[in-house]
C-alpha cells in the first residue's frame, strides 16, 4: 500500500514540477509538426513569388490586356458624363419572361429601397423620410420615356444622390433591370415595349428556377 502512496506523490511532485517550468510566455515555435504538408503548403501561396515566372513573378496575375474572361460580356465603351451618348447607346439583346422576371427580382433587391416596388419613386428608404433626396418616380411623365442608355448610365455611374451600382449588377444583369422598367412603364402609359423575345434564355431560367426554390424553402422553414 504505502509503494502505492508514494508513486502517486512521486506522480504528483513531477506533474507538478513540470508544470511550474512553464514561464508564462507565449510559445514562438511550433515544436513537432505533425503533417508538414498541411502547414507548410506544397502549393504556391497566392500574393507570394513564383520562381518560375522570372525572380519577382507573383503568382496572381492581372488578365493579359484585352482579354474577358469567359462568360463576362463585353466591355461597354460609354464614358462618365458623356450624356449624348447616354441617349443612343442600347443593347442588342432580347429579354424573355424570364429575363424579365430575374430584373425584377434584381430590382426588388437593389433598386426597390428606393425606387419603390411599384417603381414610383416612393420606396421605404424615401417614404421614411431617412433619404432627402426624391428618388426617381419611373410612372411620372419626366421618366416614362427616358432612354435605356440614359438608365444604364445611372446604374453604372449613378446619379447625384444615387450611388453606382456597377459593382452589383454586371452590364446583362443591369439591361434586365432596365428591360423589367420599360416593360412597367410600357403598361403604365410609357412607350410599346420593344426589348421582347419568346425564346427564353436557359441560364436566365435556371437562375429564376433557383431563386424560386430558394423562395420556396425559406417559406417552409
Ligand atoms: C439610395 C437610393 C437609390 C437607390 C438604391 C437607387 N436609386 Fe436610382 N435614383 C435615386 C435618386 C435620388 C435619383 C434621382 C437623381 C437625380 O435626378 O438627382 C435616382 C435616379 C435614377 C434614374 C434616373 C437617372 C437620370 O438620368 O435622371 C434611374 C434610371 C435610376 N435611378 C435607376 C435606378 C436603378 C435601376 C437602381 C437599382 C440598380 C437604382 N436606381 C437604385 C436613388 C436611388
Redesign the pocket.
Known amino acids: 500500500m504505502n509503494k502505492i502512496k508514494s508513486i502517486v506523490v512521486a506522480g504528483l511532485g513531477i506533474t507538478l514540477g513540470l508544470a511550474s517550468c512553464d514561464s508564462g510566455n507565449f510559445r514562438r515555435t511550433p515544436g513537432h509538426i505533425y503533417a508538414p504538408d498541411m502547414t507548410y503548403s506544397r502549393a504556391y501561396d497566392a500574393y507570394t513569388s513564383n520562381p518560375n515566372l522570372g525572380k519577382d513573378s507573383l503568382i496572381s496575375h492581372l488578365p493579359v490586356s484585352g482579354t474577358i474572361a469567359r462568360g463576362h460580356a463585353m466591355p461597354d465603351h460609354i464614358a462618365e458624363g458623356d450624356s449624348n451618348a447616354y441617349k443612343t447607346f442600347n443593347t442588342t439583346e432580347k429579354f424573355a419572361d424570364a429575363d424579365m422576371k430575374e430584373g425584377k427580382r434584381?430590382?426588388n433587391i437593389?433598386?426597390g429601397?428606393?425606387?419603390g416596388t411599384a417603381l414610383d419613386g416612393n420606396?421605404p428608404?424615401?417614404s421614411s423620410g431617412k433619404?432627402a433626396?426624391?428618388?426617381?418616380n419611373?410612372k411620372d411623365a419626366k421618366?416614362l420615356h427616358?432612354p435605356v442608355g440614359?438608365?444604364y448610365?445611372?446604374?453604372k455611374y449613378g446619379?447625384?444622390?444615387?450611388?453606382s451600382?456597377a459593382g452589383?449588377?454586371d452590364p446583362h444583369q443591369r439591361w434586365m433591370?432596365?428591360a423589367y422598367?420599360k416593360k412597367v412603364q410600357s403598361e403604365n402609359g410609357g412607350d410599346a415595349f420593344t426589348m421582347g423575345t419568346e425564346a427564353p434564355k436557359a441560364d436566365t431560367a435556371k437562375t429564376v428556377a433557383k431563386a424560386d426554390k430558394a423562395v420556396a424553402e425559406t417559406k417552409t422553414k
Do not use: E, R
Not at 446619379?159 to 450611388?163: A, D, E, H, I, L
Open positions: 434584381l430590382f437593389y433598386c429601397i428606393c425606387h420606396g428608404l424615401y433619404f433626396a426624391m428618388p426617381a419611373f421618366y427616358m440614359q438608365m448610365a445611372a446604374i446619379k447625384n444622390m444615387m450611388g451600382y452589383q449588377l433591370v432596365i422598367i
